[in-house]
């Protein structure tokens, strides 16, 4: 008996898993979305918002926690009189569909057209519904009377304000 409990005691004590590793493994496996699409267009069209347009190499979605994952993701929302007017790519953007905000990372490009401006940075939340724009990273932003560079930007494309929190450098034509 005591053997056998012995045993016991060394098999679990070395057969012991850790490490970010093995979490993320574990994770995989038990997170899946409920659909997967590759090369796919999808819109997302909230009551009383504007659609936007998102295509990417890849698409998953998960109903219960209404959050979408894109890769290579390409986004267009039009105007009210349906001409494009916002329009942005990023490698990756995590959706919030309930809130429709997206976590954009990885080479961020937003643009708007009526407000000819244009935002390149690292990463970036777009508040589709609110129409705002929020980094803390590094972003160079250029619009028809100059352009700015620094980190933390906050913006409201509706109204056009934008506030840099660290300005770096910029140049505006007054």
Excluded at 7 to 35: K, M, N, T, V, W
């Amino acid at each position: 008996m005591r053997l056998a409990l012995l045993l016991l005691l060394f098999l679990l004590s070395s057969c012991s898993a850790s490490g970010p590793d093995y979490a993320d493994q574990q994770a995989a496996r038990i997170e899946h979305p409920d659909i997967r699409l590759e090369n796919a267009v999808c819109t997302l069209n909230e009551q009383g918002s504007t659609p936007v347009t998102l295509r990417a190499g890849e698409i998953t979605y998960w109903t219960d926690e209404e959050r979408m994952e894109a890769a290579d993701v390409s986004f267009s929302q039009p105007d009210s009189e349906g001409q494009s007017d916002i329009s942005g790519s990023a490698q990756h953007a995590r959706i919030d569909t309930g809130s429709e905000i997206m976590y954009l990372t990885g080479d961020v490009r937003l643009e708007s057209i009526s407000g000819d401006l244009s935002i390149q940075t690292s990463s970036l939340i777009f508040d589709i519904r609110n129409q705002r724009v929020d980094s803390q990273d590094y972003v160079s932003v250029t619009f028809s009377d100059g352009s700015l560079t620094g980190r933390a930007l906050s913006a409201d494309l509706r109204s056009m304000q934008l506030d840099l929190l660290e300005l770096e450098q910029g140049e505006v034509i007054i």
